[in-house]
Protein backbone atom coordinates (compact mmCIF):
# COMPACT_ATOMS: atom_id res chain seq x y z
CA UNK A 1 0.00 0.00 0.00
CA UNK A 2 1.12 3.35 -1.19
CA UNK A 3 1.78 5.85 2.21
CA UNK A 4 -0.33 9.02 1.91
CA UNK A 5 1.69 10.79 4.18
CA UNK A 6 2.55 13.61 1.70
CA UNK A 7 -1.18 14.14 0.77
CA UNK A 8 -1.98 14.33 5.19
CA UNK A 9 0.96 16.75 4.86
CA UNK A 10 0.17 18.64 1.85
CA UNK A 11 -3.41 19.19 2.81
CA UNK A 12 -2.23 20.61 6.32
CA UNK A 13 -0.14 23.11 4.71
CA UNK A 14 -2.78 25.19 3.08
CA UNK A 15 -3.16 27.66 6.46
CA UNK A 16 0.27 28.29 6.26
CA UNK A 17 0.13 28.74 2.59
CA UNK A 18 -2.68 31.04 2.96
CA UNK A 19 -1.05 32.80 6.12
CA UNK A 20 2.41 33.51 3.60
CA UNK A 21 0.44 34.28 0.47
CA UNK A 22 1.32 38.36 -0.36
CA UNK A 23 3.71 38.58 3.06
CA UNK A 24 7.27 39.62 2.56
CA UNK A 25 9.85 37.29 3.82
CA UNK A 26 13.51 38.52 3.74
CA UNK A 27 15.76 35.61 3.72
CA UNK A 28 19.37 35.95 4.72
CA UNK A 29 21.62 33.63 3.09
CA UNK A 30 25.74 33.96 4.26
CA UNK A 31 28.56 32.69 2.01
CA UNK A 32 29.21 29.15 3.53
CA UNK A 33 25.63 28.38 2.60
CA UNK A 34 26.15 29.49 -1.01
CA UNK A 35 29.28 27.04 -0.93
CA UNK A 36 27.21 24.31 0.62
CA UNK A 37 25.73 21.48 -1.61
CA UNK A 38 22.58 22.22 -0.62
CA UNK A 39 22.21 25.01 -2.05
CA UNK A 40 20.62 23.89 -5.23
CA UNK A 41 17.67 22.57 -2.67
CA UNK A 42 17.26 25.88 -1.12
CA UNK A 43 16.87 27.63 -4.69
CA UNK A 44 14.12 25.11 -5.14
CA UNK A 45 12.30 25.63 -2.35
CA UNK A 46 12.49 29.70 -2.99
CA UNK A 47 11.25 28.79 -6.30
CA UNK A 48 8.24 27.25 -4.80
CA UNK A 49 7.40 30.18 -2.30
CA UNK A 50 7.92 32.72 -5.24
CA UNK A 51 5.13 30.29 -7.03
CA UNK A 52 2.89 30.35 -3.91
CA UNK A 53 3.17 34.28 -3.96
CA UNK A 54 5.11 34.65 -1.05
CA UNK A 55 6.94 38.17 -1.33
CA UNK A 56 10.74 37.27 -1.77
CA UNK A 57 13.79 39.31 -0.86
CA UNK A 58 17.41 37.77 -0.71
CA UNK A 59 20.06 38.97 1.13
CA UNK A 60 23.30 37.12 0.60
CA UNK A 61 26.82 37.35 2.38
CA UNK A 62 30.10 36.36 0.83
CA UNK A 63 32.72 36.69 3.81
CA UNK A 64 34.67 33.19 2.60
CA UNK A 65 34.61 34.12 -1.23
CA UNK A 66 35.77 36.82 -0.76
CA UNK A 67 38.66 35.44 1.67
CA UNK A 68 39.15 33.34 -1.30
CA UNK A 69 40.02 36.20 -3.33
CA UNK A 70 42.54 37.49 -1.08
CA UNK A 71 43.99 34.71 -0.99
CA UNK A 72 44.45 34.42 -4.62
CA UNK A 73 45.84 37.96 -4.84
CA UNK A 74 48.32 37.46 -2.08
CA UNK A 75 46.39 40.10 -0.15
CA UNK A 76 46.23 39.57 3.76
CA UNK A 77 42.96 40.43 6.07
CA UNK A 78 42.28 42.22 8.82
CA UNK A 79 39.85 41.88 11.15
CA UNK A 80 38.55 44.37 14.13
CA UNK A 81 36.17 43.47 16.89
CA UNK A 82 34.46 40.73 13.64
CA UNK A 83 34.68 43.42 10.95
CA UNK A 84 36.39 42.96 7.72
CA UNK A 85 38.89 45.95 7.56
CA UNK A 86 38.64 47.17 3.65
CA UNK A 87 41.38 49.38 2.33
CA UNK A 88 40.44 51.00 -0.73
CA UNK A 89 43.04 48.98 -2.37
CA UNK A 90 41.21 45.79 -1.37
CA UNK A 91 37.73 46.64 -2.14
CA UNK A 92 38.21 45.88 -5.78
CA UNK A 93 38.48 42.35 -4.48
CA UNK A 94 35.90 42.32 -2.46
CA UNK A 95 33.83 43.98 -5.16
CA UNK A 96 34.86 40.94 -7.18
CA UNK A 97 33.64 38.28 -5.16
CA UNK A 98 30.39 39.51 -4.41
CA UNK A 99 29.62 40.33 -8.37
CA UNK A 100 30.39 36.70 -9.36
CA UNK A 101 28.23 35.62 -6.13
CA UNK A 102 25.66 37.40 -7.66
CA UNK A 103 25.80 36.43 -11.24
CA UNK A 104 25.85 32.68 -9.69
CA UNK A 105 22.33 33.23 -8.14
CA UNK A 106 20.92 34.90 -10.59
CA UNK A 107 22.14 31.83 -12.78
CA UNK A 108 20.47 29.20 -10.94
CA UNK A 109 17.37 31.19 -10.28
CA UNK A 110 16.97 31.04 -13.71
CA UNK A 111 17.04 27.46 -14.52
CA UNK A 112 13.64 26.06 -15.76
CA UNK A 113 15.00 22.64 -16.81
CA UNK A 114 11.98 20.26 -17.70
CA UNK A 115 11.82 17.39 -14.92
CA UNK A 116 13.34 19.80 -12.54
CA UNK A 117 11.58 21.92 -9.46
CA UNK A 118 11.83 24.81 -11.49
CA UNK A 119 10.50 23.71 -14.82
CA UNK A 120 8.30 26.20 -16.34
CA UNK A 121 9.29 29.16 -12.74
CA UNK A 122 10.15 31.69 -15.11
CA UNK A 123 11.56 33.51 -12.04
CA UNK A 124 12.38 37.47 -12.32
CA UNK A 125 15.54 38.77 -10.43
CA UNK A 126 16.31 42.02 -9.71
CA UNK A 127 18.78 43.73 -7.99
CA UNK A 128 20.53 47.50 -7.60
CA UNK A 129 21.40 49.99 -5.40
CA UNK A 130 18.70 50.09 -3.05
CA UNK A 131 20.75 49.94 0.25
CA UNK A 132 22.63 53.17 1.07
CA UNK A 133 25.00 53.21 3.25
CA UNK A 134 28.11 54.82 5.18
CA UNK A 135 31.21 53.99 6.37
CA UNK A 136 32.34 52.43 9.79
CA UNK A 137 35.00 54.80 10.35
CA UNK A 138 37.02 54.19 13.34
CA UNK A 139 36.77 52.11 15.93
CA UNK A 140 39.45 51.73 18.53
CA UNK A 141 41.83 53.34 16.87
CA UNK A 142 41.62 51.33 13.88
CA UNK A 143 40.12 52.81 10.54
CA UNK A 144 37.69 50.16 8.50
CA UNK A 145 38.25 52.01 5.65
CA UNK A 146 35.24 50.44 3.11
CA UNK A 147 33.90 48.56 5.53
CA UNK A 148 30.22 50.29 5.76
CA UNK A 149 26.65 49.82 8.02
CA UNK A 150 23.35 50.45 6.22
CA UNK A 151 22.31 53.34 6.56
CA UNK A 152 19.19 53.72 4.33
CA UNK A 153 16.45 51.30 2.06
CA UNK A 154 14.91 52.16 -0.66
CA UNK A 155 11.65 51.08 0.49
CA UNK A 156 9.55 52.60 -2.38
CA UNK A 157 12.50 51.31 -4.81
CA UNK A 158 12.25 47.58 -3.91
CA UNK A 159 8.35 47.23 -3.02
CA UNK A 160 7.47 48.28 -6.76
CA UNK A 161 9.47 44.72 -7.71
CA UNK A 162 7.79 42.74 -5.11
CA UNK A 163 4.45 44.31 -6.75
CA UNK A 164 5.89 42.92 -9.99
CA UNK A 165 6.56 39.53 -8.55
CA UNK A 166 10.32 39.53 -8.66
CA UNK A 167 12.48 38.12 -6.40
CA UNK A 168 14.59 41.14 -4.94
CA UNK A 169 18.96 40.01 -4.47
CA UNK A 170 20.52 42.53 -2.21
CA UNK A 171 24.38 41.77 -1.95
CA UNK A 172 26.51 42.55 1.08
CA UNK A 173 27.03 46.07 -1.07
CA UNK A 174 25.61 49.75 -0.11
CA UNK A 175 26.13 52.92 -1.67
CA UNK A 176 26.70 56.71 -0.40
CA UNK A 177 25.47 59.96 -2.05
CA UNK A 178 29.38 60.23 -2.75
CA UNK A 179 29.76 57.34 -5.31
CA UNK A 180 31.61 55.22 -3.14
CA UNK A 181 31.17 51.63 -2.47
CA UNK A 182 31.08 49.57 0.88
CA UNK A 183 31.52 46.13 2.46
CA UNK A 184 28.71 45.53 4.39
CA UNK A 185 27.83 42.72 6.92
CA UNK A 186 25.20 40.64 5.21
CA UNK A 187 23.45 39.92 8.56
CA UNK A 188 22.97 43.75 8.63
CA UNK A 189 21.70 44.24 5.43
CA UNK A 190 18.83 41.63 6.46
CA UNK A 191 18.30 42.70 9.48
CA UNK A 192 17.79 46.47 8.12
CA UNK A 193 15.95 45.74 4.74
CA UNK A 194 13.35 43.25 6.97
CA UNK A 195 12.92 46.13 9.44
CA UNK A 196 12.85 48.74 7.16
CA UNK A 197 9.77 46.37 4.84
CA UNK A 198 8.11 45.87 8.17
CA UNK A 199 8.26 42.19 6.36
CA UNK A 200 6.38 39.41 8.11
CA UNK A 201 9.24 37.11 8.27
CA UNK A 202 13.21 37.36 8.45
CA UNK A 203 14.66 33.67 8.12
CA UNK A 204 18.38 33.69 9.05
CA UNK A 205 20.44 30.90 7.35
CA UNK A 206 23.47 29.06 9.41
CA UNK A 207 25.42 25.86 9.93
CA UNK A 208 23.47 24.26 12.78
CA UNK A 209 19.74 23.54 13.22
CA UNK A 210 19.08 26.77 14.58
CA UNK A 211 20.38 28.15 17.87
CA UNK A 212 21.86 25.57 20.14
CA UNK A 213 22.41 25.74 24.22
CA UNK A 214 25.58 24.65 26.23
CA UNK A 215 24.67 21.13 25.84
CA UNK A 216 24.37 21.36 22.29
CA UNK A 217 20.42 21.22 22.01
CA UNK A 218 18.36 23.21 20.18
CA UNK A 219 16.44 26.04 21.17
CA UNK A 220 12.95 26.45 19.82
CA UNK A 221 12.41 29.60 20.70
CA UNK A 222 13.74 33.21 22.39
CA UNK A 223 11.73 36.26 22.89
CA UNK A 224 13.31 39.48 22.65
CA UNK A 225 13.89 39.58 26.14
CA UNK A 226 15.72 36.50 26.68
CA UNK A 227 17.70 37.26 23.35
CA UNK A 228 18.95 40.55 24.70
CA UNK A 229 20.05 38.99 27.82
CA UNK A 230 21.74 36.20 25.80
CA UNK A 231 23.60 38.76 23.83
CA UNK A 232 24.44 41.07 27.28
CA UNK A 233 25.80 38.26 29.21
CA UNK A 234 27.89 36.65 26.07
CA UNK A 235 25.74 33.26 26.02
CA UNK A 236 25.38 33.68 22.26
CA UNK A 237 28.61 32.11 21.05
CA UNK A 238 29.59 31.75 17.15
CA UNK A 239 25.55 32.67 16.86
CA UNK A 240 26.22 36.09 18.45
CA UNK A 241 25.75 38.13 15.09
CA UNK A 242 23.22 35.83 13.80
CA UNK A 243 21.07 36.21 17.24
CA UNK A 244 21.52 40.30 17.12
CA UNK A 245 20.24 40.60 13.43
CA UNK A 246 17.07 38.46 14.35
CA UNK A 247 16.81 40.56 17.78
CA UNK A 248 17.08 44.17 16.11
CA UNK A 249 14.75 42.89 13.63
CA UNK A 250 11.70 42.24 15.86
CA UNK A 251 12.53 45.14 18.06
CA UNK A 252 11.97 47.27 14.64
CA UNK A 253 8.67 45.76 13.90
CA UNK A 254 9.60 42.40 12.43
CA UNK A 255 7.01 39.76 13.74
CA UNK A 256 9.19 36.70 13.44
CA UNK A 257 12.96 36.05 12.64
CA UNK A 258 13.94 32.54 12.49
CA UNK A 259 16.96 30.98 12.23
CA UNK A 260 17.76 27.93 10.44
CA UNK A 261 19.97 24.93 8.92
CA UNK A 262 21.54 25.83 5.32
CA UNK A 263 22.68 22.25 5.54
CA UNK A 264 19.28 20.44 6.12
CA UNK A 265 17.48 19.72 3.10
CA UNK A 266 13.66 21.43 3.27
CA UNK A 267 14.65 24.00 6.48
CA UNK A 268 12.95 26.35 4.54
CA UNK A 269 9.81 24.95 4.31
CA UNK A 270 9.41 23.00 7.22
CA UNK A 271 10.13 26.35 9.67
CA UNK A 272 7.22 28.01 7.36
CA UNK A 273 4.64 25.25 6.76
CA UNK A 274 4.87 23.40 10.06
CA UNK A 275 3.63 23.58 13.54
CA UNK A 276 6.53 22.93 15.39
CA UNK A 277 9.11 24.27 12.37
CA UNK A 278 12.88 23.38 12.06
CA UNK A 279 15.01 25.80 13.83
CA UNK A 280 14.92 29.07 16.46
CA UNK A 281 12.22 31.59 16.52
CA UNK A 282 12.90 34.72 17.51
CA UNK A 283 9.94 36.84 18.85
CA UNK A 284 8.64 39.62 20.63
CA UNK A 285 5.40 38.19 21.81
CA UNK A 286 6.22 38.12 25.21
CA UNK A 287 7.63 41.54 24.82
CA UNK A 288 4.33 42.90 23.54
CA UNK A 289 0.74 41.69 24.01
CA UNK A 290 -2.79 43.02 23.13
CA UNK A 291 -5.06 41.98 25.38
CA UNK A 292 -8.53 43.03 27.53
CA UNK A 293 -7.75 46.38 29.26
CA UNK A 294 -7.22 46.88 33.00
CA UNK A 295 -7.77 49.59 35.37
CA UNK A 296 -4.57 50.22 36.03
CA UNK A 297 -3.89 50.72 32.07
CA UNK A 298 -6.11 53.79 32.12
CA UNK A 299 -3.15 55.80 32.87
CA UNK A 300 -1.48 54.78 29.55
CA UNK A 301 -4.58 55.06 27.63
CA UNK A 302 -5.14 58.86 28.47
CA UNK A 303 -1.73 59.08 27.70
CA UNK A 304 -1.96 57.99 24.40
CA UNK A 305 -4.88 59.37 23.02
CA UNK A 306 -5.21 63.08 24.42
CA UNK A 307 -2.83 64.24 21.70
CA UNK A 308 -5.37 62.49 18.95
CA UNK A 309 -8.47 64.53 21.19
CA UNK A 310 -6.49 67.52 21.06
CA UNK A 311 -6.61 67.64 17.15
CA UNK A 312 -10.15 66.78 17.19
CA UNK A 313 -10.05 62.68 15.95
CA UNK A 314 -11.09 61.50 19.20
CA UNK A 315 -13.83 62.26 21.23
CA UNK A 316 -12.78 63.57 24.43
CA UNK A 317 -13.19 61.02 27.33
CA UNK A 318 -12.56 61.45 30.84
CA UNK A 319 -10.28 59.50 33.41
CA UNK A 320 -13.36 59.04 35.13
CA UNK A 321 -15.55 57.54 32.06
CA UNK A 322 -12.51 55.13 31.03
CA UNK A 323 -12.89 53.74 34.29
CA UNK A 324 -16.47 52.65 33.99
CA UNK A 325 -16.14 51.68 30.42
CA UNK A 326 -12.53 50.33 30.76
CA UNK A 327 -14.09 46.49 30.35
CA UNK A 328 -15.11 47.63 26.75
CA UNK A 329 -11.28 48.34 25.60
CA UNK A 330 -8.44 46.23 24.26
CA UNK A 331 -5.00 47.49 24.67
CA UNK A 332 -1.49 46.43 22.97
CA UNK A 333 1.37 46.67 25.58
CA UNK A 334 4.98 46.75 24.85
CA UNK A 335 7.42 46.14 27.57
CA UNK A 336 4.45 48.11 29.85
CA UNK A 337 3.45 51.21 28.06
CA UNK A 338 0.75 51.45 26.08
CA UNK A 339 0.86 51.68 22.54
CA UNK A 340 -2.35 50.97 21.24
CA UNK A 341 -5.65 50.91 22.33
CA UNK A 342 -9.63 50.33 20.85
CA UNK A 343 -12.64 50.36 22.45
CA UNK A 344 -15.94 47.88 21.56
CA UNK A 345 -19.81 49.21 22.56
CA UNK A 346 -22.32 46.89 22.34
CA UNK A 347 -26.19 46.98 20.85
CA UNK A 348 -27.21 43.32 21.46
CA UNK A 349 -30.43 44.15 20.16
CA UNK A 350 -29.48 45.81 16.55
CA UNK A 351 -26.85 42.69 16.80
CA UNK A 352 -24.20 45.53 16.23
CA UNK A 353 -21.36 47.09 17.38
CA UNK A 354 -19.46 49.90 17.99
CA UNK A 355 -15.34 50.28 17.52
CA UNK A 356 -14.48 53.42 19.01
CA UNK A 357 -11.77 55.38 20.16
CA UNK A 358 -9.11 53.42 18.18
CA UNK A 359 -5.66 54.81 18.84
CA UNK A 360 -1.72 53.50 17.84
CA UNK A 361 0.83 55.41 19.24
CA UNK A 362 2.78 57.21 16.00
CA UNK A 363 6.17 55.17 16.26
CA UNK A 364 4.41 51.68 15.60
CA UNK A 365 1.91 52.59 13.08
CA UNK A 366 3.61 50.99 10.19
CA UNK A 367 4.18 47.10 12.28
CA UNK A 368 0.30 46.38 11.92
CA UNK A 369 -0.39 46.39 15.13
CA UNK A 370 -3.81 48.59 14.19
CA UNK A 371 -4.52 45.18 12.06
CA UNK A 372 -4.31 43.17 15.09
CA UNK A 373 -6.18 45.29 17.23
CA UNK A 374 -8.76 45.34 14.98
CA UNK A 375 -8.58 41.76 14.57
CA UNK A 376 -8.93 40.85 18.54
CA UNK A 377 -12.12 43.63 18.51
CA UNK A 378 -13.56 41.45 15.78
CA UNK A 379 -13.19 38.09 17.10
CA UNK A 380 -14.77 39.80 20.61
CA UNK A 381 -17.85 41.15 18.89
CA UNK A 382 -18.07 37.65 17.50
CA UNK A 383 -18.31 36.23 20.69
CA UNK A 384 -21.25 38.47 21.65
CA UNK A 385 -23.35 36.86 18.88
CA UNK A 386 -22.74 40.65 16.93
CA UNK A 387 -22.67 40.74 13.50
CA UNK A 388 -21.69 44.11 12.37
CA UNK A 389 -19.29 46.19 13.34
CA UNK A 390 -19.70 50.31 12.92
CA UNK A 391 -17.17 52.89 12.82
CA UNK A 392 -17.38 56.61 13.11
CA UNK A 393 -14.76 58.50 11.67
CA UNK A 394 -14.04 62.20 10.67
CA UNK A 395 -10.48 61.48 9.63
CA UNK A 396 -9.69 58.01 8.86
CA UNK A 397 -12.29 56.60 6.29
CA UNK A 398 -9.56 55.32 3.61
CA UNK A 399 -7.85 53.11 6.57
CA UNK A 400 -11.06 51.42 7.35
CA UNK A 401 -12.31 51.47 4.01
CA UNK A 402 -9.02 49.39 3.26
CA UNK A 403 -10.39 46.63 5.88
CA UNK A 404 -13.46 46.32 4.60
CA UNK A 405 -15.80 48.60 5.86
CA UNK A 406 -18.26 50.13 4.02
CA UNK A 407 -19.97 53.63 3.77
CA UNK A 408 -23.20 53.65 5.44
CA UNK A 409 -25.78 56.51 6.70
CA UNK A 410 -26.54 58.11 10.16
CA UNK A 411 -29.92 56.74 10.22
CA UNK A 412 -27.91 53.29 9.83
CA UNK A 413 -26.81 53.43 13.36
CA UNK A 414 -28.47 51.73 16.29
CA UNK A 415 -31.41 53.97 17.88
CA UNK A 416 -29.35 55.16 20.63
CA UNK A 417 -26.36 56.07 18.96
CA UNK A 418 -27.92 57.76 16.55
CA UNK A 419 -30.05 59.61 19.76
CA UNK A 420 -26.10 60.70 20.66
CA UNK A 421 -25.06 61.56 17.34
CA UNK A 422 -22.99 65.11 17.22
CA UNK A 423 -23.83 66.36 14.50
CA UNK A 424 -21.63 69.18 14.70
CA UNK A 425 -18.23 66.75 14.40
CA UNK A 426 -20.14 65.67 11.13
CA UNK A 427 -18.41 62.07 11.30
CA UNK A 428 -18.74 59.69 8.74
CA UNK A 429 -20.24 56.19 9.37
CA UNK A 430 -18.59 53.28 7.91
CA UNK A 431 -20.01 49.32 8.45
CA UNK A 432 -18.38 45.45 8.21
CA UNK A 433 -20.31 42.93 8.21
CA UNK A 434 -19.14 39.98 10.76
CA UNK A 435 -19.83 36.92 8.44
Known amino acids: MISNDWLHGFRHSSPYINAHRGRTVVLSLGGEAIAHHNLINIIHDITLLSSLGVRLVVAFG ?38 ALRAYLESLLSMGLVNSPMHGARIRVSSGNYVAARPVGVLGGVDHGFTGRVRRVDVSGIDKLLEQGHIVLLPPV ?17 SQVAAALQAEKLIIFTEHQGVLDNEGTLIRELTVRQTTERLAFHEAGPDRDLLKAACDACVKGVKRSHIISYAREGALLEELFTRDGSGTLVSDDNYEQIRRARVEDIGGIVELI ?122 KVFVKPLA
Open 306 to 427: QPLEEQGILVRRSRELLETEIDCFIVAERDGTIVGCAALYAFPDEKAGELSCFAVDPAYRRAGRGDDILAMVEGKARGLGLERLFVLTTQTEHWFRERGFQPSTVQALPGPKLAAYNTQRNS
Open 62 to 99: ARPQIQSRFDEAGQPSRFHEGLRITPEAHLRYALEAIG
Open 174 to 190: GYSPTGDAFNLSYEDVG
